[in-house]
């Protein structure tokens, strides 16, 4: 629980402060890492759209699945913002 915990945490906190980092002076950084950026904050505002769902559903849809519902809470921002951060420089452009 300490784990999931640290993650929430992560993702509240950590992951919006590396996001502000990378967007500090967007029009000199390459390619890469505009799409790392851009990949970053679309991931992490899924996963955020996601913990806030699962939050606001009733304790009574989740009674049998604790355990999902804590995952989902805890682990989506993060993991929403390493994945977006992470494919998105390996997607092709769509131009």
């Not at 906190?13 to 390619?31: Q, Y």
């Not at 970053?40 to 355990?67: K, N, Y």
Request: without cysteine.
């Amino acid at each position: 629980m300490i784990l999931a915990r640290i993650a929430l945490l992560t993702g509240l906190f950590i992951a919006p402060a590396v996001l502000l980092v990378l967007g500090h002076r967007m029009r000199e950084r390459s390619d890469r890492s505009k799409r790392m950026f851009w990949g970053g904050v679309i991931g992490h505002s899924i996963g955020l759209a996601i913990a806030m769902l699962v939050m606001m559903t009733p304790p009574v849809w989740w009674a049998d699945t604790e355990s999902a519902r804590t995952f989902t809470v805890h682990w989506s921002m993060l993991l929403g913002f390493g994945a977006g951060a992470l494919v998105a420089p390996v997607l092709p452009r769509g131009r």
